[in-house]
């Protein structure tokens, strides 16, 4: 299961090297919980549903 855990860290890091400004995502306010892109923003992007682009990072 180490491949999963590994899947789901690289997926973290990717994520959170991406700006919502440089993809064109609407933000609403400054505050923002997570740098980077939120999990629900990436999931929409790549056209897959929120609930399985969360089990891909949980592994």
Same mark, same amino acid.
């Given at each position: 299961? &180490? @491949?999963?855990? $590994?899947?789901? +860290?690289?997926?973290? %890091? =990717?994520? /959170? $090297? *991406? =700006?919502? +400004? &440089?993809? @064109? *995502?609407?933000?609403?306010?400054? =505050?923002? #919980?997570?740098? @980077?892109? #939120?999990?629900?923003?990436? %999931?929409?992007? %790549?056209? *897959?549903? +929120? /609930?399985?682009? %969360? #089990?891909? +990072? $949980?592994?």
């Amino acid at each position: 299961m &180490d @491949g999963k855990r $590994q899947l789901g +860290e690289f997926l973290r %890091a =990717r994520r /959170s $090297q *991406v =700006r919502p +400004e &440089d993809l @064109g *995502v609407v933000t609403y306010g400054e =505050r923002r #919980r997570v740098p @980077g892109l #939120r999990r629900e923003e990436l %999931a929409r992007l %790549a056209g *897959v549903s +929120e /609930s399985y682009y %969360a #089990r891909l +990072e $949980q592994g």
